[in-house]
């Protein structure tokens, strides 16, 4: 059984920094898109960012780039969201997500999901 445990929230002030670990256990995971959603109270899930098991390769939402980084370890089976400069706009419930589907970028393609980590980000 996939399980996809998040880690890493917090509280911060603007202009810090944190990172997100997502542990990844069940299955291997090659092929495999592993992505970042965001909820903030009273919106939708929106997507952050995304990187291939495999190639490594990413996409990020306009809003985060520059700012945050998606990677992963595969010897750890965990994927990394480094969150720096961050904003007031950032605070939200962070997912971890994995989809069969390369390249999936809607919350529809993602099969898999965490229980998600508050980041609160004081002005």
């Known amino acids: 059984q996939v399980q996809l445990v998040e880690s890493g929230g917090g509280l911060v002030q603007a202009g810090d920094s944190l990172r997100l670990s997502c542990a990844a256990s069940?299955?291997?995971?090659?092929?495999?898109?592993m992505g970042w959603f965001r909820q903030a109270p009273g919106k939708e899930r929106e997507f952050v960012t995304r990187i291939n098991w495999s190639s490594g390769s990413t996409y990020y939402t306009d809003s985060v780039k520059g700012r945050f980084t998606i990677s992963r370890d595969k010897a750890k089976n965990t994927v990394y969201l480094q969150m720096n400069s961050l904003k007031s706009e950032d605070t939200a419930v962070y997912y971890c997500?994995?989809?069969?589907?390369?390249?999936?970028?809607?919350?529809?393609?993602?099969?898999?999901w965490g229980q998600g980590t508050q980041v609160t980000v004081s002005s």
């Open positions: 069940g299955r291997t995971f090659s092929g495999y898109t």
């Open positions: 997500a994995a989809a069969r589907l390369s390249g999936a970028t809607t919350r529809s393609q993602y099969d898999y």
